[in-house]
């Protein structure tokens, strides 16, 4: 049995393509499929069977187009209401994939009625896929289908893993689709997993918990704010994720993309911070590519708000269209790159400094505001600084104090996004592009709101 694992970093993601004697099952695949169909042409692999483990919260999954593309049986549990052909499994329930044995698991906690997927062939350790159930150190979170069933969710959770746990030797090894990364994990641990089932038992928040109520008490309080495009995941993926078109968007030429800028639209420069706050086009919005762009854009953007993207290179304007995709955001509305030049050679910009916390020991009086989440902001936090998380900053904008702002977040990624959509709205704002680490550096005393 072997296992290749599918990296999708700018969602905190893995999927996985499990393959022996040329057959192979893929667990939750996401919906730029490419990258599998590549996989596993390359490891000379048929994929037979795709698996969910649960409808994602967190992007629109690939699975019923690889299924339809490959011919695959395509396996989702069987009390989710789904409005596809799908294979329906459940608890108890077997299959052979070639030599392989897949049992599955009923694991609720991430969602009602989640599943694990534990894979035996031969002698060699099961391999257990636990998608949101069972993560390294710790598990998914259970308030994404909403407050009033968090609590009996949390309680699912601890229930499922303690029972997959029991069940399965110490040498089984553990393949989650959460947790490297991603905002469907919950609180943390404080040590290392090693992958094994036998380390997860020493380390795993649910195992390692004196008893239930602790548990839900230690989870819910690290549960912070999660995107709000999550809210348009689940119905797509009920509905069922259609194929994608990765083709270059429409050439926008510099009339057109000053009309979108004066109708309000999201015009987004993929540069990097420093590039932007050096020079932009008025009215855009900075968010630079690496693997937060997505996750930012899809939570701070209205959902189905116009995109149009500007970058140096088409490369950039497709790695972030492929990155758009895989949260249901399908077609940029057009794209430009080669630079500020040739995107609008005489179009108004505009510019703003960036600053070090360092340089703020020399502003006594400086106004500061921080973008972190609010389990973040708790921690630890710049004594009489206004706090507004990025997430809130659009709805928030009149909270904003009058005259020029210091913005910083935890290492100046998120305060970059921040003070660009400041700039838009005229505001007189400053980046502190530093690492949160340095905050001491700044003069100010460091306070807590919990320890």
């Not at 072997?2 to 996401?30: C, F, M």
């Not at 947790?179 to 795993?204: I, K, M, P």
């Amino acid at each position: 049995m072997n296992v290749i694992t599918i990296e999708t970093a700018s969602l905190g993601d893995r999927s996985y393509l499990v393959h022996a004697d040329s057959v192979g099952l893929v667990i939750d695949p996401q919906r730029d499929i490419d990258r599998v169909l590549e996989l596993a042409e390359r490891a000379g692999v048929q994929i037979t069977h795709v698996a969910e483990t649960h409808v994602h919260n967190d992007y629109v999954s690939g699975g019923l187009t690889l299924a339809r593309v490959t011919g695959a049986r395509y396996l989702h549990a069987a009390d989710e209401p789904l409005r596809f052909d799908h294979h329906a499994v459940r608890d108890g329930d077997t299959f052979a994939v070639g030599p392989m044995n897949v049992a599955v698991h009923h694991t609720p906690g991430h969602t009602p009625h989640h599943l694990s997927y534990v894979v035996t062939s031969g002698d060699e350790p099961p391999a257990a896929f636990t998608g949101g159930s069972m993560l390294y150190g710790t598990v998914g979170r259970t308030d994404l289908i909403g407050p009033d069933v968090t609590d009996e969710l949390t309680r699912a959770q601890f229930r499922s893993v303690h029972t997959l746990a029991d069940t399965l030797p110490g040498e089984t090894l553990v393949y989650p689709t959460h947790g490297f990364g991603s905002f469907c994990a919950s609180a943390s641990s404080d040590q290392e997993s090693d992958g094994t089932l036998a380390t997860e038992r020493t380390v795993n928040i649910a195992l390692t918990a004196s008893d239930e109520d602790r548990f839900v008490e230690q989870l819910v309080a690290g549960l912070d704010a999660f995107p709000k495009y999550y809210a348009q995941m689940g119905p797509m993926n009920v509905a069922g994720g259609g194929a994608i078109d990765l083709s270059a968007p429409a050439a926008v030429d510099p009339v057109e993309l000053a009309r979108r800028i004066h109708r309000g639209e999201w015009v987004v420069d993929l540069r990097s911070r420093r590039a932007f706050a050096a020079s932009h086009l008025a009215g855009t919005v900075g968010v630079e590519l690496g693997t937060n762009f997505s996750t930012y854009v899809g939570w701070i953007a209205p959902w189905g708000m116009p995109i149009t993207l500007l970058a140096d290179d088409s490369r950039e304007i497709a790695e972030a269209q492929r990155q758009l995709v895989r949260i249901g955001i399908d077609r940029p509305t057009g794209a430009a790159h080669g630079g500020l030049d040739t995107w609008a050679p005489d179009a108004d910009r505009s510019s703003y400094a960036v600053e070090t916390f360092a340089d703020l020991a020399d502003q006594p009086d400086a106004t500061i505001l921080d973008t972190r989440r609010d389990g973040e902001y708790a921690s630890a936090h710049l004594e009489g600084a206004v706090h507004i998380p990025l997430h809130e900053l659009i709805a928030r904008i009149d909270d904003v104090p009058a005259g020029r702002v210091h913005v910083h977040c935890q290492s100046g990624y998120r305060a970059s996004i921040a003070v660009s959509l400041l700039d838009r709205a005229g505001h007189d704002a400053v980046l502190v592009d530093d690492g949160f680490e340095n905050a001491s550096n700044s003069g100010r005393d460091i306070g807590k709101i919990r320890t």
